[in-house]
């Protein structure tokens, strides 16, 4: 007779899936945390071959290069998930190690004939800000101005910065707005890039899923899916670029090479 106590789930009913966790597989250490998850979805599959008789006829079918994959769409978009699509590293600024940002402004030409910026710019020194362009009274743009050593004078086409002071001197007949562009230093920033060179490192996963009872929906389950090698599928990035876009990841399960088991996932599931 089976054990009173003994929890042998069946059908169960899905929540959701309440966080997905990247984890190195060497290390254990976490990598990235995803917890507004939407639409996920687990798929496998096979290569099949046929066995036929020499009336082409199948005998019977066998199965190799079994993989899956899982995906889902996270509803904000993460600075670590990029990351991890990238095959790059989250870069955070520190008073020590400080991100460069650009930035692109609109000023108002002062009564003395300068411009003073929002920030301090960087860059080659006296040419922190190399060109400098009149927006006219129409919204187009008119002159470009290039930076000098020496003085902006009436009729020439430069300007004259100083960085420190975050001001830029024109010409005495320039008047209106101009747009300027310039790159600066950040300690409360953070940088994802990509390059042509990276590709996403294989990860271990570990999916986190709240079950119910079907029988007592009071009864919560919790549950795992644990895919010991996953990769992140480069081929598949898109990142919706609007207020109500999703941020969307697609993995691919393997099993690992070298693994006589061949896992390709584990679902796991626990009412205690």
């Given at each position: 007779?089976?054990?009173?106590?003994?929890?042998?789930?069946?059908?169960?009913?899905?929540?959701?899936?309440?966080?997905?966790?990247?984890y190195?597989?060497?290390?254990?250490?976490?990598?990235?945390?995803?917890?507004?998850?939407?639409?996920?979805?687990?798929?496998?599959?096979?290569?099949?071959?046929?066995?036929?008789?020499?009336?082409?006829?199948?005998?019977?079918?066998?199965?190799?290069?079994?993989?899956?994959?899982?995906?889902?769409?996270?509803?904000?978009?993460?600075?670590d998930?990029?990351?991890?699509?990238?095959?790059?590293?989250?870069?955070?600024?520190?008073?020590?190690?400080?991100?460069t940002?650009?930035?692109?402004?609109?000023?108002?030409?002062?009564?003395?004939?300068?411009v003073?910026?929002?920030?301090?710019?960087?860059g080659?020194?006296g040419?922190?800000?190399?060109?400098?362009?009149?927006?006219?009274?129409?919204?187009?743009?008119?002159?470009?101005?290039?930076?000098?050593?020496?003085?902006?004078?009436t009729?020439?086409k430069?300007?004259?910065?100083?960085?420190?002071?975050?001001?830029?001197?024109?010409?005495?007949?320039?008047?209106?707005?101009?747009?300027?562009?310039?790159?600066?230093?950040?300690?409360?920033?953070?940088?994802?890039?990509k390059?042509?060179?990276?590709?996403?490192?294989?990860?271990?996963?570990?999916?986190?899923?709240?079950?119910?009872?079907?029988?007592?929906?009071?009864?919560?389950?919790?549950?795992?899916?644990?895919?010991?090698?996953?990769?992140?599928?480069?081929?598949?990035?898109?990142i919706?670029?609007?207020?109500?876009?999703?941020?969307?990841?697609?993995?691919?399960?393997r099993?690992?090479?070298?693994?006589e088991?061949?896992?390709?996932?584990?679902?796991?599931?626990?009412?205690?």
């Amino acid at each position: 007779m089976a054990d009173a106590a003994t929890f042998n789930p069946n059908e169960l009913v899905i929540e959701k899936v309440r966080a997905v966790e990247e984890y190195d597989p060497e290390t254990k250490e976490l990598i990235g945390r995803y917890t507004q998850i939407e639409d996920p979805s687990l798929s496998l599959s096979a290569d099949g071959t046929d066995v036929t008789d020499a009336m082409g006829a199948p005998i019977t079918t066998f199965y190799n290069a079994q993989s899956g994959t899982f995906g889902f769409s996270n509803s904000l978009f993460s600075m670590d998930l990029a990351a991890s699509q990238f095959g790059t590293t989250k870069i955070v600024a520190t008073s020590e190690n400080k991100v460069t940002v650009p930035v692109s402004e609109t000023i108002e030409i002062g009564s003395d004939h300068t411009v003073t910026l929002k920030y301090v710019p960087v860059g080659t020194t006296g040419a922190e800000v190399t060109y400098v362009k009149v927006i006219n009274s129409d919204n187009t743009f008119g002159e470009t101005y290039k930076v000098t050593s020496g003085d902006a004078t009436t009729g020439t086409k430069v300007f004259k910065i100083e960085a420190a002071s975050k001001k830029i001197t024109l010409p005495d007949d320039v008047t209106g707005r101009v747009f300027v562009n310039y790159n600066r230093e950040s300690e409360k920033a953070a940088i994802v890039t990509k390059t042509t060179n990276d590709i996403p490192q294989v990860k271990s996963l570990l999916i986190h899923v709240i079950f119910h009872d079907p029988c007592n929906t009071n009864n919560i389950i919790a549950g795992v899916i644990s895919c010991p090698r996953a990769q992140i599928d480069p081929s598949s990035v898109e990142i919706n670029l609007t207020s109500d876009g999703k941020h969307a990841a697609s993995y691919l399960l393997r099993k690992a090479y070298c693994d006589e088991s061949a896992k390709l996932l584990d679902i796991i599931v626990s009412r205690d």
